[in-house]
């Protein structure tokens, strides 16, 4: 039972475009929820996070979009940039257990010249 | 900045082996996790540890038993390795200090069971 779904195993979005990456979850319980960036051979980077209580967060060309209504969240990269070519991973918590995270499958981005 | 570091970037061990994974933060972390990540499965949750000597099963304990005999160090052991056990394995780390933290993660380890 996957609680934490990214549909699209893989990206490609030209330079100096947007790419948006979505993340679906089931469980209602969930509030915080975290992207990450994981280049091959490295561990996985912590990216972005937003809570429940907002509806969006930035942080310099990454923002991240919640939309509870839809148990929907998505990450845009603008402008895209090379370097952002890696896996990522959108994850999610429940209050009351704050320590454990639910990663989804993965979205592999390239961004092409 | 947190480091998180594991023993070993490739491991091969045969079938029936017996398995060690090494894991240490420099943070003073209370929080460490082990996951197990394959193609198409994402990051899956083998076993966790809220302090030292505690343990708790994540989603797929399976095959594995854990050590936390410091604080810094957290320890993953196949008692008898089997070839669907081969998979990168991470090691993260976290504080629950201030709030609602991230985790870091280590290099991970690419084993492989032959």
């Known amino acids: 039972d996957q609680q934490v779904k990214q549909n699209s195993p893989s990206l490609s979005v030209q330079e100096g475009r947007i790419s948006i990456l979505n993340c679906d979850y089931t469980n209602s319980m969930f509030d915080y929820f975290l992207w990450y960036k994981k280049y091959p051979a490295e561990g996985p980077t912590f990216l972005i996070s937003i809570s429940s209580i907002k509806d969006k967060n930035e942080d310099g060309r990454f923002t991240v979009f919640l939309n509870k209504s839809a148990k929907h969240l998505s990450l845009h990269i603008v402008p895209s940039q090379p370097g952002d070519s890696a896996v990522y991973f959108c994850?999610?918590?429940?209050?009351?257990?704050?320590?454990?995270?639910?990663f989804g499958t993965g979205t592999r981005l390239q961004v092409f010249p | 900045d947190v480091k998180v570091t594991q023993s070993s970037r490739y491991l091969v061990k045969r079938t029936g082996e017996k398995v060690f994974l090494e894991c240490v933060q420099d943070m003073d972390h209370e929080n460490m996790f082990w996951y197990r990540q394959d193609p198409g499965l994402g990051l899956r949750l083998i076993y966790f540890s809220y302090d030292v000597k505690m343990k708790e099963k994540g989603d797929i304990p399976e095959g594995y038993s854990v050590s936390r005999e410091k604080k810094e160090r957290f320890s993953l052991i196949l008692e008898s390795a089997s070839t669907n056990q081969t998979s990168m394995y991470l090691c993260?780390?976290?504080?629950?200090?201030?709030?609602?933290?991230?985790?870091?993660f280590g290099p991970g380890t690419r084993l492989t069971v032959t």
């Open positions: 993260a780390s976290s504080s629950l200090a201030g709030g609602r933290n991230e985790q870091y």
């Open positions: 994850a999610a918590s429940a209050s009351g257990n704050t320590d454990k995270l639910i």
